[in-house]
Every structure is written in C-alpha cells, then in structure tokens.
C-alpha cells in the first residue's frame, strides 16, 4: 500500500532533551516536506526537501533539522525542543513539487 | 511571502444545505489550487484540486471555482451530509522567489458541522 509512515504517533518530552520523528514513503517521490499544524494557524511548512541530499527552509524552521540522505526517508530532529514546540506534526510527500501531497498520519508532541 | 486567507473559520449548516468556502491568495503566479479535507485524529486527504488554466472543477457533490482577476478560489459542496463534517483547508502553490522551487502555502482552516 502505498503511504507515508510517521513515528511515532504520539511524543511527551522534556524541554532540551533531543527527539528524532521519523518519516519514510514507500512511493519513490521526490518532494518531501515537514508541516505543523496549530489552531487557528493552519498547516505552517516547516521544512522541505526536493530531493536527496537538497533540503531548505520553510516558514516556521527555527528549532529543527531535517536530513535527506535517502529518497524514502526524511526525518525531523529537535536538537532542544521547548514548550513553543508543543503541536501537532506531519509529514508529507508527493512526486515532485506541484503534485498532490500525500501526508502521513501525523504525530502529536508535547513538550513539557 | 505567499499569503492565503480563508473563511469562515467556523461554517455550520443543515443536512442538505450547501457549503461554500472562500480562500484568496496574494501571488498572482500562483498556478495550483488544492483542497484538503481534515477528519477528527486524521490526517488531511485532497478532496479536489485545480490548476490555474481551468475556471471550475466538479467532483459530484464538490467543485471548486477560480477567479484568477480577482485572486480567490472558494470550495462548493452540495447536498451536505453528516460526513461532510471536518476541517478543510485550501492552498495554493508559487514557485520560490528566485528559485525553481514551489510551495504550497495553506489557508487557516474551516471547520463545517453538518447537522442531521
């Protein structure tokens, strides 16, 4: 089936202490692309990648790093996440930019 | 930047009645126009989507209309249901000052009640 897989689904931390939130699509597309949704605030991109190895800013980067190593996999690092930080993630992935984003099933974090 | 305003924020309506929402958008090189539908705990699916040489799009009960003079693009949808009842966003898409790159900049949301 194709699909984007996030992980995890559900995160509580601490402020500072470094999490990863993975990402893989299993449908060899080019464009991926990381988004938090909060209330009122809509879908804010927060980082993207047009393919492997070439990532760059979205709207909201400040406190996160992504990488790009492999087509299929884009994770999201907080090297220090703090409490502004709490929200609701996805990740999102399509051909190439311009197409349909597919997106994953989400992961909710909470930084206390 | 890009910048996409939609309302209303919130839309509650009958069984049966119609639904519109409105987004404008700032670029006027803005050339693709999706809408995603958000169910509670899910993730958003793209219901319809329109590209910028095209004025209207129907999907049986779902269409969406562009007015690109006027820079805004609002979602229909008829003989509303119960399961219409979600958060829906709309987007469109530029392509990066200076680059070759697009992004896809989303409205706020709007969340429709439909009402048995």
């Known amino acids: 089936e194709a699909q984007v897989t996030q992980n995890p689904r559900y995160l509580i931390t601490v402020t500072g202490k470094k999490l990863t939130v993975t990402c893989s699509q299993n449908?060899?597309?080019?464009?991926m692309s990381w988004y938090r949704q909060d209330p009122g605030l809509g879908l804010r991109q927060i980082y993207y990648?047009?393919?492997?190895?070439?990532?760059d800013k979205g709207d909201v980067p400040e406190g996160y790093k992504v990488s790009r190593k492999e087509k299929r996999n884009f994770p999201l690092i907080l090297e220090s996440p703090s409490p502004n930080q709490t929200s609701l993630y996805f990740c999102a992935s399509c051909r190439q930019s311009g197409s349909p984003l597919h997106f994953g099933n989400g992961t909710r974090l909470t930084v206390t | 930047g890009e910048n996409v305003e939609q309302h209303p924020s919130t839309l509650s309506v009958q069984e049966g009645d119609s639904a519109v929402i409105k987004c404008t958008y700032s670029d006027s090189a803005s050339n693709y126009f999706p809408w995603y539908k958000q169910e509670l705990g899910k993730r958003p699916q793209l219901i319809i989507d329109i590209r910028s040489n095209v004025g209207e799009k129907k999907d049986q009960r779902i269409a969406v209309t562009l007015n690109k003079t006027a820079k805004h693009f609002s979602l229909h949808i008829t003989e509303t249901q119960p399961e219409d009842s979600a958060v829906y966003f709309c987007?469109?898409?530029?392509?990066?000052?200076?680059?070759?790159?697009?992004?896809?900049?989303f409205g706020q949301g709007t969340i429709l009640t439909v009402h048995p």
């Open positions: 987007a469109d898409y530029t392509i990066a000052g200076g680059t070759s790159y697009g992004k896809l900049t």
């Open positions: 990648s047009m393919n492997v190895e070439v990532t």
């Open positions: 449908m060899n597309h080019e464009y």
